[in-house]
């Protein structure tokens, strides 16, 4: 018995005995399977219908000019794997259209959300094709897992992969989605892919080729059995991918944690699960909060008493509706943005008065009568509340997203006094800003501003709010000794899904959208 071992000597031996075995399967069965440009992997087909035989088949062509560069699993550096630890047919990572023709709403919805342009999008392609061309194809297996699971499964993730693509427009398919078997908690593609089916029989026989909506029709109890399973419901599912960490293999250096809202969620009181919460809560999960019930005008076959799970998984992505111009989707990811998740207060103020002793403090101000004077010094503090994410906001890629305090006075007249946290004329942030932020740094201790996580060797700023949990922000002026009259202050969360240094980048222009949150006094 010949041991495998990660290395890559040893990976590239057990390749050459993987193909042995399947050369010998071809010769016993060649007259009923017919394989195509085998040595390139294009086109496998099946003159019978397709079981596990095809995809070993497959999985041998692949093989033969794949390039195993991180040892054995072929899916690494992500995290990802298969019920059978190898390639599986890129036919079988059927179009999110095939399904669409009966669950017409989910598929519209689908079409609109970041699941369904997770590859397309530009702000995506950009990063990964710089990834691609600074490293090669196959480092971005470690994003693909996420973004493009049938180009990981289908081994098209490697030099000179001859794979067709159709897939590629679809990003995080339907079929791909609902053919997860299990979750791993690792993180970067940490499930378990299983082998596509439209049915699965009782006896775990799995149906894909041929298979007409009318036979689907016919058998719901086995496409639910193909499409769906208890995990599908569950936080840990969403976590497989909603969890990132960048491994040695792809910066040269060393382990870095990128985000993991999975772990944020399970240690919020939303989860049940946290023996500490500060706040109790009622029990929320991934999908009550993104995947809230709503009309399906389409009559999508899957719609109870006319409505379904949303499919458009809003959140705070309003990039991509606005580069694709889709109303609908904006509105749906504006609406959410606007249900009651942050809390603002400006809470108290420090006076001190010139010539005076120490400064008075006065709190809460909505219970308090106080009054200013010209040449007055004036420390506003403002709390930032997380209240209804079960995650830390802003969450994930906080070093190309941006969410700061927006803080102004103003007299009667509306001329501004004070200003911070405001967007310049050339589009950058006000460099005095209280923002929520990571500040990715580079081997040469510069910023990457570029989301080039392979670059990255520390973290300079993580600064996030986590669930149920605050933030104060500090700000201090001192009042003109021209003012009369009252005095306007206001404070509210500004966030903007890119940096104007990464929308530039991706697009070679800006892309202005805002969501807000946000609290007044006078």
């Keep these: 018995m010949t041991q495998i071992t990660n290395t890559r000597l040893q990976g590239r031996t057990w390749q050459r005995i993987a193909l042995t075995a399947a050369a010998g399967v071809l010769g016993i069965f060649g007259a009923v399977f017919t394989v195509t440009n085998?040595?390139?992997?294009?086109?496998?087909?099946?003159?019978?219908?397709?079981?596990?035989?095809?995809?070993?088949?497959?999985?041998?062509a692949i093989a033969e000019t794949y390039d195993f560069k991180f040892g054995p699993n072929p899916f690494a550096p992500s995290n990802a794997t298969s019920v059978t630890g190898t390639f599986i047919p890129a036919e079988m990572f059927l179009s999110s259209a095939r399904c669409g023709a009966c669950h017409t709403d989910a598929h519209a919805q689908w079409r609109q959300s970041a699941h369904g342009n997770a590859f397309r999008e530009p702000f995506y392609q950009k990063n990964v094709k710089d990834l691609q061309n600074q490293k090669g194809i196959e480092f971005t297996r470690h994003c693909e897992s996420c973004h493009n699971p049938a180009a990981l499964f289908s081994g098209a993730l490697t030099k000179g992969s001859k794979v067709k693509r159709p897939f590629d427009d679809d990003g995080v398919s339907c079929i791909a989605c609902h053919s997860i078997q299990s979750a791993t908690g690792r993180g970067i593609g940490g499930y378990v892919m299983g082998e596509p089916a439209l049915l699965v029989k009782e006896d775990g026989t799995h149906l894909l080729a041929?298979?007409?909506?009318?036979q689907i029709?016919?058998?719901?109890?086995s496409h639910r059995r193909a499409m769906m399973r208890p995990l599908l419901k569950t936080a840990d599912f969403c976590a497989a991918c909603h969890k990132s960490q960048v491994p040695k293999e792809l910066n040269d250096y060393k382990f870095i944690r990128a985000f993991a809202v999975g772990d944020e969620y399970q240690m919020s009181s939303f989860s049940k699960e946290s023996p500490h919460p500060y706040y109790v809560r009622d029990?929320?999960?991934c999908n009550t909060c993104h995947m809230k019930r709503e009309p399906a005008p389409l009559f999508d076959v899957s719609a109870k008493l006319g409505k379904l799970a949303s499919h458009r998984w809003p959140a705070a992505n309003t990039a991509i509706p606005v580069f694709y111009k889709w109303p609908e989707q904006l509105d749906a990811v504006n609406k959410f943005l606007e249900t009651d998740a942050l809390g603002i207060d400006i809470f108290a103020l420090r006076r001190k008065s010139p010539g005076t002793g120490p400064e008075e403090f006065i709190a809460p101000l909505n219970r308090s009568s106080f009054s200013i004077k010209p040449a007055d010094r004036i420390t506003a503090e403002v709390v930032i509340t997380n209240k209804n994410i079960g995650h830390s906001f802003p969450p994930e890629l906080r070093d190309f997203y941006e969410a700061f305090v927006e803080f102004t006075v103003t007299d009667e007249q509306g001329q501004t006094l004070y200003q911070s946290g405001f967007i310049k004329p050339n589009g950058y942030l006000d460099e005095t800003a209280h923002n929520y932020k990571t500040y990715l740094v580079k081997l040469d201790g510069s910023y990457n501003d570029k989301?080039?996580?392979?670059?990255t060797r520390g973290i300079a700023q993580n600064n996030q709010i986590q669930s149920g949990r605050s933030d104060v922000a500090r700000y201090q002026f001192r009042v003109p000794q021209e003012v009369a009259g009252p005095l306007h202050i206001k404070a509210r969360v500004q966030?903007?899904?890119?940096?104007?240094v990464f929308s530039d980048y991706a697009l070679g222009k800006s892309v202005e959208v805002l969501g807000t949150a946000w609290d007044r006094i006078h």
């Design 283 to 285: 029990k929320e999960t």
């Design 495 to 500: 966030y903007r899904r890119f940096t104007r």
């Design 38 to 60: 085998r040595a390139s992997g294009d086109h496998l087909t099946t003159s019978d219908n397709p079981g596990k035989l095809p995809s070993a088949l497959y999985a041998s």
């Design 451 to 455: 989301h080039h996580i392979w670059r």
């Design 210 to 214: 041929g298979i007409t909506d009318q």
């Design 217 to 221: 029709l016919d058998d719901i109890p």
